[in-house]
């Protein structure tokens, strides 16, 4: 009997142990080559005790693209990342088009936006509602 609980307690710790919490790293893009299909502009405006981040988001894709989230990185003097933030662009991107945006930001000595995620909305042939 004891041979089993000393078994039972060995598995149980080794199961917590293995659902820790881990540190979180860098968040980095989930859409790998989104360069290829956006282009970015932005420049940081000092607003208050704030910064704003305005800039236009491109779509230089022949596609639709719905669920843009941009990653925002905040970086210290030395190009070294301090913090992220994500952002929402609200409605969707059709093939060449161009929507503005503005993320409220901390002050930095610099920033970086990336695309993070996005969906390519398919065109249905039949309408959705008859």
């Known amino acids: 009997m004891t041979r089993r609980r000393l078994a039972l307690g060995l598995l149980t710790t080794v199961m917590l142990a ?3 919490p881990v540190r979180a790293g ?3 893009p989930h859409m790998l080559g989104w360069e290829q299909v956006f282009r970015i502009e932005f420049a940081p ?3 208050g005790t704030t910064t704003v981040l305005e ?7 022949p596609y639709n693209l719905t669920g ?3 990653l925002v990185d905040v970086l210290d003097a030395s190009g070294q990342m301090t913090s992220q ?3 929402f662009v609200p409605g969707g991107l059709g093939g060449g088009d161009h929507v503005p945006f503005s993320i409220s930001v901390v002050p930095a000595p610099a920033y970086r936006v990336r695309v993070y995620t996005y969906d ?3 065109r249905s042939r039949e309408p959705f509602f008859r």
């Open 26 to 28: 860098e968040i980095q």
């Open 85 to 87: 933030q994500l952002s």
């Open 120 to 122: 390519r909305a398919e």
């Open 55 to 61: 800039g236009v988001l491109t779509n230089v894709s």
């Open 45 to 47: 405006v000092p607003k």
């Open 18 to 20: 293995a659902a820790a």
């Open 68 to 70: 843009i989230r941009l």
